[in-house]
């Protein structure tokens, strides 16, 4: 029962990774950025929540800042820019800097650090939760990037515009 738990947990973490990788593959991602970024998302969902846990309440208080305000700066500033870079004709393969790479899985683990919180009420065996969350983040982040790939192929450049609008409202839907 407790591993159902745990994967019902990653996946739903995983679901904002799925569609911010859908908006975001309409840029074209060359297939290594979508393996690289997808790892990348699967090891911040490892160890975010592992973070999170040691961090704990009492230091989160003392910081005060709400997580979701993050997230919506990061998801305004890269939907824009997909927005912004959908009119540029020079471009057929959009490659992402290092630091968009890790601005994005940033976004998209940062729930995990909050469900890292409370990971040992979720589950005594934290390290293989971690995994889990880890895989599952990867696999839908994977997939989320090659399906929105093949949409942006299908309808062009207002699937770009499309995935840029929603970035932008997720982001602001995550402020409210």
């Known amino acids: 029962m407790e591993f159902l738990l ?9 679901m904002d990774a799925f569609s911010l990788s859908l908006a975001y ?7 290594k950025q979508i393996f690289l970024l997808s790892a990348i998302v ?3 969902h490892f160890f975010m929540p592992l973070i999170g846990m040691f961090v704990g309440i009492n230091i989160l208080n ?3 800042i709400n997580p979701d305000v993050i997230v919506f700066i990061v998801l305004l500033v890269i939907g ?16 992402m800097k290092t630091i968009e790479l890790f601005l994005f899985a940033f976004a998209v683990s940062i729930d995990s650090f909050s469900v890292g ?3 040992t009420s979720i589950s005594e065996n934290y390290i ?12 839908f982040t994977l997939f989320g990037l090659f399906l929105g790939n093949k949409i942006e192929k299908l309808v062009g450049k207002i699937a770009t515009v499309f995935g840029g609008a929603v970035l932008v409202i997720i982001g602001i839907i995550y402020a409210l």
């Open 42 to 44: 699967g090891l911040f």
């Open 6 to 14: 745990v994967l019902v947990v990653a996946v739903s973490l995983s």
């Open 80 to 95: 824009i820019q997909m927005i912004f870079e959908s009119f540029n004709e020079k471009e057929n393969l959009k490659v």
């Open 117 to 119: 919180l409370t990971l």
């Open 128 to 139: 293989l939760s971690a995994v889990i969350f880890a895989f599952c983040s990867m696999f």
């Open 25 to 31: 593959g309409t840029l074209g991602i060359p297939k």
């Open 62 to 64: 003392l910081i005060k």
